[in-house]
């Protein structure tokens, strides 16, 4: 058995992030799979009673911890590696600041607005589509705008503010409607500057269950 296991699924960019820092830090560890289309796993009592109280996934099983939440999850494995870790209290209280803001306004909304538009039966209510869509631009501009001054969130290295920022950003322009590389150019750069590193995978490469049956 490997190392870690991460409870995940290809379509979740919130479990993407924890993958890829697996990945980037090139940890023994392995995917176990969640069945999230089909079988609404993580709202099952058996996820929530032996995997996540919360009913999410991520979830990193490492020996007897349990760990969710995919911002605790790379601060776990940045002091573990000392890899894409920020160091001092400025960079730490910086990289928190936007593991928030992603969590809650970039990422956390733009993964709600994707699987709304793209996988959900019957698709999300305009109205709320475009809530979303006006939240996320709006968002996304202040991400590109941060990017413009820096190669990376926090300056000249990627920490796991990084990771968490780039989430749902490498999933097919066409599952959200919009292309946001080509909308906003310091995002579209610094993707491809997290993409040249060593270990870097796409997500629908990196964890299981892509393509999903019958699409
Ligand atoms: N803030 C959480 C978000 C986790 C999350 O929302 N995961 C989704 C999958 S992408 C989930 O498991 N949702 C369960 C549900 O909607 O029932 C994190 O970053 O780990």
């Known amino acids: 058995m490997a190392e870690y296991q991460l409870y995940c699924f290809a379509q979740s960019g919130n479990s993407y992030r924890c993958a890829l820092m697996l990945n980037l830090i ?74 928030i803001f992603d969590n809650q306004k970039v990422n956390g909304f733009l993964g709600p607005y994707r699987f709304l538009r793209n996988f959900a039966k019957p698709p999300g209510d305009p109205a709320v589509l475009a809530f979303l869509k006006g939240r996320i631009d709006n968002n996304l501009a202040i991400v590109d705008k941060r990017l413009a001054s820096r190669p990376f969130v926090l300056g000249a290295r990627p920490t796991i503010a990084d990771l968490s920022l780039v989430a749902y950003l490498y999933y097919p322009a066409e599952e959200f409607g919009f292309d946001i590389p080509a909308q906003h150019k310091h995002i579209a750069v610094w993707l491809d500057r997290i993409k040249a590193l060593p270990g870097w995978k796409h997500p629908y490469d990196l964890m299981p269950g892509h393509p999903l049956p019958g699409r």
Do not use: C
Not at 31 to 54: H, I
Not at 77 to 84: C, V, Y
């Open 26 to 99: 090139d940890a023994d560890w392995e995917p176990v799979w969640v069945d999230f289309f089909a079988k609404g796993e993580p709202r099952t009592p058996e996820f929530r009673t032996n995997v996540n109280e919360m009913g999410e996934a991520p979830v990193l099983a490492h020996g007897k911890r349990k760990l969710s939440q995919s911002g605790v999850i790379l601060s776990y494995l940045a002091d573990r590696s000392g890899k894409f870790k920020p160091e001092g209290e400025d960079e730490r209280l910086e990289a928190l600041r936007w593991i």
